[in-house]
């Protein structure tokens, strides 16, 4: 008897679950690339009971899925990692807009997609990365690499390290640099890079900070999250890599240092909307923000989120540096202009 009763009670949620099946799960399509975030969607789906399920490619990926895809994408929510493939997205239609009142109070103006027509708002930052330079503390002078513009003179010839220009985290930094500089001078500074490279770029960002302490070159571009990683990693041999490089957030004394986002947005098919909407309000909450200051050492988008992260706050005075301010539209709207240009000057 008592089975019998277990039985019908599994029948009755079966059945009451294939109703609600579709406010139960999400469909994530995600770009972020980081073990951390586990914790984070798991301590969604104990809150929330909203299931994930998460399909992971990087952002161009995704971008190429949603379109190939079409109003039978099953996708609810895409988490992408740069600003400009946001941007990209939001440009292609492949968001809808959202209206959240949660949202629009967490997440500063400066961070998120301009509205759209009905009013709804098409992509949320999330947490931000700053691009910085690292640099081998014996060979060289922190006051050569304290500038983007650095990187191209060439007193900094054979020195550099830095991987491919086509990756996003590059096309967006030199797409900001093209709105400070100018498309001239921003390609000059391009063939400098390519003329004081090292080696022909290779791997990903902490590949670039661990050919500084090798010694294979002496400056590197990275996104401050890798670097942090290795400062409080406890093996030994990246103890050994952060006790070799100096770290400068470029810019300081000018348009300040470039920042990247990662972001959300509800795909534009979604058949759970309220499932999405949920879901990023809760990567804005405090206990989410945290956990991307925490756990991936990134810098929270929503304001006034306290973090305590030793690694962020060794690297910068307390945590704190100047950021440039330009819109991300504009180094949206320039990627393709980089791309020519890096394609004229050799830049790999
Ligand atoms: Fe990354």
């Known amino acids: 008897m008592k089975k019998l ?13 294939a ?36 399909v992971d490619a990087d952002d161009a990926g995704i971008i190429a899925r949603l379109k190939a895809e079409g109003s039978a994408s099953p996708a609810d929510v895409i988490l992408l990692v740069d600003a400009a493939r946001l941007w990209r997205g939001e440009q292609d239609g492949l968001f809808l807009p959202v209206k959240s009142k949660v949202l629009e109070d967490a997440i500063p103006a400066n961070l998120r997609a ?23 503390k014996i060979k060289v002078r922190r006051a050569d690499v304290d500038t983007y513009e650095e ?38 500074w391009l063939k400098g890079m ?17 050919g500084v302490a090798s010694g294979e070159c002496q400056i590197a571009v990275t996104n401050s999250y890798y670097l942090a990683r290795l400062m409080r990693s406890g ?63 990134e810098w929270p988008a929503a304001k006034g989120v306290s973090f305590d992260n030793p690694a962020l706050k060794s690297m910068t005075a307390g945590g704190k540096f100047k950021s440039e301010t330009i819109p991300i539209s504009a180094v949206g709207a320039n990627q393709v202009k980089v791309q020519q240009m890096l394609d004229r000057v050799g830049f790999k």
């Not at 990187?151 to 991987?163: E, F, T, W």
């Not at 996003?168 to 000059?188: C, D, I, M, Q, R």
């Open 19 to 54: 109703a609600q099946a579709q406010e139960q799960a999400i469909n994530l399509y995600s770009a972020r690339h980081y073990s951390t975030d586990e914790a984070l969607y798991a301590d969604f789906t104990k809150t929330t009971g909203i299931k994930i399920n998460r």
């Open 151 to 188: 990187l191209g003179d060439p007193k900094n010839k054979g020195k550099l390290c830095i991987r491919s220009g086509s990756h996003p985290y590059n096309l967006s930094l030199f797409g900001a640099v093209t709105e400070h500089l100018g498309a001239e001078k921003a390609e000059v």
């Open 194 to 210: 390519v003329d004081n490279m090292a080696r022909a770029p290779k791997g990903g960002d902490t590949d670039q900070i661990k």
């Open 114 to 136: 301009a509205p759209a027509a009905d009013g709804g708002i098409p992509w949320f930052g999330l947490s931000t990365r700053a691009r910085v330079v690292v640099y081998d």
């Open 235 to 297: 093996k030994p041999e990246d103890q050994a890599v952060v006790e070799r490089v100096g770290v400068v957030f470029p810019n300081q004394d000018s348009w300040g240092t470039h920042v990247n986002v990662a972001g959300g947005a509800v795909a534009r098919h979604s058949r759970n909307t309220a499932g999405a909407v949920k879901f990023l309000e809760y990567l804005a909450s405090p206990a989410a923000q945290n956990h991307f200051a925490n756990g991936n050492n």
């Open 5 to 17: 009763v277990a039985l019908a009670a599994v029948l009755a949620v079966l059945a009451g679950g």
